[in-house]
């Protein structure tokens, strides 16, 4: 279709051409959709970096502009999950200076049990839970299979599961002997 051969040749021109096309269009859209101006900036400037990227793989069955609105599309999903994600961490962080000094303990013996957990283990298990990144998208971004990052998960929780277990049944046998 129109402009997709051009593009997958890398013509910068024709790139720029398909910028000032649609450039306004996405930024009208994703604003309507996000009600966030910067949001919006965030969107169409990664959309067409990623068409820049991809322009080798755009399909001739599909216009340039469905591609770049499903593109776009993809990329608010992902940049409104990360939003979401760091809200939620935010949240954590504003709620756990709120605690009380035990709550805050807890708090601090989660991060010490995160600290202990193998270098790539733990930059599997903060990607995926504290920035909310797919097994998918760790996967490409560390260059490993997802069934690897699924596997680091696994044996993440476990180590997590069993720093607990110890820390509880430590608080068990201390509150019995605090209570004689």
């Known amino acids: 279709m129109e402009y997709i051969a051009e593009l997958a040749s890398g ?25 966030s101006e910067y949001m919006a900036e965030e969107v169409v400037q990664l959309t067409f970096i990623r068409l820049w990227e991809k322009r080798n793989s755009l399909s001739a069955e599909y216009s340039i ?60 298990f903060k990607l995926s839970k504290l920035e909310g990144y797919s097994y998918k998208e760790i996967a490409e971004l560390l260059s490993i299979s997802p069934k690897t990052v699924e596997n680091h998960m696994s044996k993440a929780l476990k180590q997590l599961r069993a720093a607990f277990s110890s820390i509880i049944s430590l608080a068990i046998i201390m509150s019995a002997i605090i209570d004689r």
């Open 65 to 124: 502009s469905a591609q770049i609105f499903k593109m776009a599309g993809t990329i608010l999903i992902d940049q409104l999950r990360k939003e979401a994600v760091s809200q939620r961490h935010l949240s954590v962080v504003e709620t756990a200076q709120n605690q009380p000094e035990e709550q805050q303990l807890d708090i601090d013996l989660l991060e010490a049990a995160i600290e202990q957990i193998a270098p790539v283990r733990k930059k599997v």
């Open 11 to 35: 013509c910068l021109q024709t790139f720029q051409t398909v910028y000032r096309l649609y450039n306004q269009k996405l930024y009208a859209y994703t604003l309507k959709k996000t009600n």
